[in-house]
Protein backbone atom coordinates (compact mmCIF):
# COMPACT_ATOMS: atom_id res chain seq x y z
CA UNK A 1 0.00 0.00 0.00
CA UNK A 2 1.70 3.41 -0.89
CA UNK A 3 0.96 6.66 1.21
CA UNK A 4 -0.33 9.16 -1.56
CA UNK A 5 -1.23 12.82 -0.67
CA UNK A 6 -3.73 14.10 -3.14
CA UNK A 7 -3.79 18.18 -3.35
CA UNK A 8 -6.86 19.25 -5.36
CA UNK A 9 -9.41 22.44 -4.47
CA UNK A 10 -12.31 20.98 -6.67
CA UNK A 11 -13.64 19.09 -4.11
CA UNK A 12 -15.58 16.39 -6.38
CA UNK A 13 -13.01 15.89 -8.46
CA UNK A 14 -10.01 15.18 -5.17
CA UNK A 15 -12.80 12.74 -3.99
CA UNK A 16 -13.27 10.87 -7.05
CA UNK A 17 -9.38 10.68 -7.44
CA UNK A 18 -9.13 9.91 -3.78
CA UNK A 19 -11.91 6.98 -4.12
CA UNK A 20 -10.26 5.40 -7.49
CA UNK A 21 -6.45 5.34 -5.73
CA UNK A 22 -8.35 3.64 -2.43
CA UNK A 23 -10.20 0.93 -4.43
CA UNK A 24 -6.26 0.26 -5.72
CA UNK A 25 -5.58 -0.72 -2.10
CA UNK A 26 -3.23 2.94 -1.06
CA UNK A 27 -3.76 5.13 1.85
CA UNK A 28 -4.94 8.81 0.51
CA UNK A 29 -5.08 12.02 1.99
CA UNK A 30 -6.97 14.75 0.45
CA UNK A 31 -5.25 18.31 0.55
CA UNK A 32 -7.36 21.46 -0.72
CA UNK A 33 -5.08 24.17 -0.59
CA UNK A 34 -0.82 25.13 -1.05
CA UNK A 35 0.01 25.68 2.07
CA UNK A 36 -1.63 22.34 3.65
CA UNK A 37 -0.13 20.04 0.56
CA UNK A 38 3.86 20.99 1.79
CA UNK A 39 2.61 20.44 5.71
CA UNK A 40 0.93 17.50 4.53
CA UNK A 41 3.69 15.92 2.92
CA UNK A 42 6.71 17.31 4.58
CA UNK A 43 4.82 16.03 8.02
CA UNK A 44 4.77 12.44 7.04
CA UNK A 45 6.34 9.99 4.88
CA UNK A 46 4.77 9.87 1.56
CA UNK A 47 5.11 7.67 -1.70
CA UNK A 48 3.85 9.93 -4.37
CA UNK A 49 1.96 13.12 -4.86
CA UNK A 50 -0.97 13.85 -7.24
CA UNK A 51 -0.81 17.51 -7.36
CA UNK A 52 -2.83 20.15 -8.97
CA UNK A 53 -1.23 23.15 -10.94
CA UNK A 54 -3.93 26.17 -9.87
CA UNK A 55 -4.37 26.16 -5.90
CA UNK A 56 -5.10 28.52 -2.99
CA UNK A 57 -2.41 29.80 -1.39
CA UNK A 58 0.25 29.14 -3.90
CA UNK A 59 0.02 27.22 -6.68
CA UNK A 60 1.18 24.01 -7.61
CA UNK A 61 4.50 24.33 -8.91
CA UNK A 62 5.47 26.64 -5.69
CA UNK A 63 4.19 23.03 -4.06
CA UNK A 64 6.55 21.12 -5.86
CA UNK A 65 9.72 23.59 -5.17
CA UNK A 66 9.28 23.33 -1.58
CA UNK A 67 8.41 19.37 -1.38
CA UNK A 68 11.18 18.55 -3.49
CA UNK A 69 14.02 20.48 -1.27
CA UNK A 70 14.31 17.64 1.44
CA UNK A 71 13.68 14.43 -0.51
CA UNK A 72 12.30 13.76 -3.93
CA UNK A 73 8.87 12.60 -3.97
CA UNK A 74 7.26 11.40 -7.04
CA UNK A 75 4.88 14.05 -8.28
CA UNK A 76 2.29 13.64 -11.29
CA UNK A 77 0.99 17.25 -11.74
CA UNK A 78 -2.65 17.78 -12.78
CA UNK A 79 -3.61 21.10 -15.10
CA UNK A 80 -6.35 22.48 -17.13
CA UNK A 81 -3.56 24.16 -18.94
CA UNK A 82 -1.82 22.25 -21.70
CA UNK A 83 0.53 23.79 -23.15
CA UNK A 84 4.41 22.99 -23.84
CA UNK A 85 5.73 25.56 -21.42
CA UNK A 86 3.80 24.54 -18.96
CA UNK A 87 4.64 21.01 -19.13
CA UNK A 88 8.41 22.23 -19.03
CA UNK A 89 8.27 24.74 -16.12
CA UNK A 90 6.47 22.07 -14.35
CA UNK A 91 9.17 19.17 -14.97
CA UNK A 92 12.09 21.69 -14.11
CA UNK A 93 10.41 21.90 -10.62
CA UNK A 94 10.47 18.62 -9.76
CA UNK A 95 6.90 16.81 -11.08
CA UNK A 96 7.49 13.49 -12.49
CA UNK A 97 4.35 13.51 -14.95
CA UNK A 98 2.12 15.77 -16.24
CA UNK A 99 -1.55 14.93 -17.25
CA UNK A 100 -3.88 17.63 -18.68
CA UNK A 101 -7.82 18.47 -17.53
CA UNK A 102 -9.88 16.19 -18.43
CA UNK A 103 -8.16 13.07 -17.70
CA UNK A 104 -9.29 9.27 -17.51
CA UNK A 105 -8.92 7.81 -13.92
CA UNK A 106 -7.76 4.93 -16.05
CA UNK A 107 -5.18 7.18 -17.06
CA UNK A 108 -4.09 8.20 -14.00
CA UNK A 109 -3.81 5.14 -12.04
CA UNK A 110 -1.57 3.99 -15.02
CA UNK A 111 0.68 6.32 -14.35
CA UNK A 112 0.68 6.17 -10.26
CA UNK A 113 1.23 2.52 -10.39
CA UNK A 114 4.46 3.09 -13.06
CA UNK A 115 5.91 5.32 -10.74
CA UNK A 116 5.32 3.03 -7.70
CA UNK A 117 6.86 0.34 -9.64
CA UNK A 118 10.19 2.69 -10.51
CA UNK A 119 10.81 3.07 -6.98
CA UNK A 120 10.17 -0.42 -5.96
CA UNK A 121 12.95 -1.48 -8.33
CA UNK A 122 15.68 0.47 -6.13
CA UNK A 123 13.90 -0.60 -2.73
CA UNK A 124 14.75 -3.98 -3.84
CA UNK A 125 18.35 -3.63 -3.28
CA UNK A 126 18.27 -0.94 -0.48
CA UNK A 127 22.18 -0.79 0.74
CA UNK A 128 23.47 -0.34 -3.14
CA UNK A 129 25.52 2.75 -3.08
CA UNK A 130 26.43 3.78 -7.10
CA UNK A 131 29.84 5.71 -7.86
CA UNK A 132 31.17 7.12 -11.06
CA UNK A 133 34.11 8.96 -10.56
CA UNK A 134 33.31 12.13 -7.89
CA UNK A 135 29.71 11.30 -7.98
CA UNK A 136 28.45 8.72 -5.32
CA UNK A 137 24.00 7.84 -5.25
CA UNK A 138 23.34 6.44 -2.17
CA UNK A 139 20.20 4.69 -3.16
CA UNK A 140 18.77 3.80 0.26
CA UNK A 141 18.71 7.35 0.95
CA UNK A 142 18.18 8.73 -2.23
CA UNK A 143 20.86 11.37 -1.85
CA UNK A 144 22.74 12.51 -4.63
CA UNK A 145 27.30 14.01 -4.13
CA UNK A 146 29.18 14.88 -6.32
CA UNK A 147 32.48 14.82 -3.97
CA UNK A 148 31.85 16.83 -1.04
CA UNK A 149 28.23 18.26 -2.19
CA UNK A 150 24.85 17.07 -1.99
CA UNK A 151 23.07 17.26 -5.34
CA UNK A 152 19.55 18.31 -5.42
CA UNK A 153 18.21 16.22 -7.93
CA UNK A 154 13.94 15.28 -8.01
CA UNK A 155 12.39 11.97 -8.06
CA UNK A 156 12.92 11.23 -11.81
CA UNK A 157 16.07 12.89 -12.37
CA UNK A 158 17.37 10.27 -9.06
CA UNK A 159 15.79 7.62 -10.70
CA UNK A 160 17.21 7.96 -14.48
CA UNK A 161 20.42 8.62 -12.94
CA UNK A 162 20.58 5.54 -10.85
CA UNK A 163 19.30 3.46 -13.57
CA UNK A 164 21.96 4.78 -15.92
CA UNK A 165 24.91 3.69 -13.29
CA UNK A 166 23.23 0.25 -12.20
CA UNK A 167 24.49 -1.04 -15.66
CA UNK A 168 27.69 1.57 -16.25
CA UNK A 169 28.62 1.93 -19.97
CA UNK A 170 25.47 0.08 -21.44
CA UNK A 171 23.86 1.95 -23.75
CA UNK A 172 20.38 2.46 -23.20
CA UNK A 173 17.78 4.15 -25.83
CA UNK A 174 15.06 6.75 -25.67
CA UNK A 175 12.42 3.97 -25.52
CA UNK A 176 13.93 1.72 -22.91
CA UNK A 177 14.45 4.32 -20.26
CA UNK A 178 10.73 5.79 -20.83
CA UNK A 179 9.80 2.10 -20.07
CA UNK A 180 11.98 1.54 -17.47
CA UNK A 181 12.40 4.91 -15.58
CA UNK A 182 8.81 6.26 -16.73
CA UNK A 183 6.89 3.33 -17.40
CA UNK A 184 5.88 4.75 -21.06
CA UNK A 185 5.28 1.49 -23.25
CA UNK A 186 4.68 3.57 -26.35
CA UNK A 187 7.99 4.85 -27.04
CA UNK A 188 6.81 8.36 -27.53
CA UNK A 189 7.87 11.50 -25.68
CA UNK A 190 11.62 11.60 -26.03
CA UNK A 191 12.30 15.04 -25.39
CA UNK A 192 11.43 13.94 -22.17
CA UNK A 193 14.24 12.05 -21.37
CA UNK A 194 16.76 14.13 -23.15
CA UNK A 195 15.33 17.44 -21.22
CA UNK A 196 15.88 15.04 -17.99
CA UNK A 197 19.31 14.26 -18.67
CA UNK A 198 20.25 17.58 -19.69
CA UNK A 199 19.34 18.75 -16.19
CA UNK A 200 20.72 15.98 -14.45
CA UNK A 201 24.31 16.71 -16.15
CA UNK A 202 23.58 20.60 -15.51
CA UNK A 203 23.45 19.37 -11.62
CA UNK A 204 25.78 16.75 -11.47
CA UNK A 205 28.24 16.91 -14.36
CA UNK A 206 28.33 16.63 -17.86
CA UNK A 207 30.61 13.94 -17.14
CA UNK A 208 27.98 11.03 -15.27
CA UNK A 209 25.73 10.86 -18.46
CA UNK A 210 27.29 9.89 -22.70
CA UNK A 211 25.62 10.67 -24.92
CA UNK A 212 25.87 7.68 -28.27
CA UNK A 213 24.20 9.41 -31.11
CA UNK A 214 21.96 8.19 -32.79
CA UNK A 215 21.29 5.16 -30.04
CA UNK A 216 20.87 6.58 -26.53
CA UNK A 217 22.90 7.46 -23.40
CA UNK A 218 24.93 5.51 -21.43
CA UNK A 219 26.01 5.62 -17.36
CA UNK A 220 30.04 6.66 -16.79
CA UNK A 221 32.19 3.71 -16.45
CA UNK A 222 33.29 3.22 -13.32
CA UNK A 223 29.78 3.27 -11.13
CA UNK A 224 29.44 0.40 -8.57
CA UNK A 225 29.29 -0.21 -4.69
Known amino acids: M?????????AELAAAIAAR?????????????GPGAVDTVTAASTDLVVLDLMLPGFDGLEVCRRIQRDRPVPVIMLTARGSETDRVVGLEVGADDYLCKPFSMRELTARVRALLRRAERFAADPDRVLR????????????????????????????????????????????????????????????????????????????VIRTVHGVGYAGADGAGR
Not at 21 to 33: A, E, F, M, P, Y
Open 2 to 10: ARIVVVEDE
Open 21 to 33: LRSDGHGVTVVSD
Open 132 to 207: AGPVEVDVSRRRTRRGDQLIGLTATEFDLLAYLLLSPGVVRTRAELLAEVWGYRDGSGTRTVDSHVRAVRQKVGAD
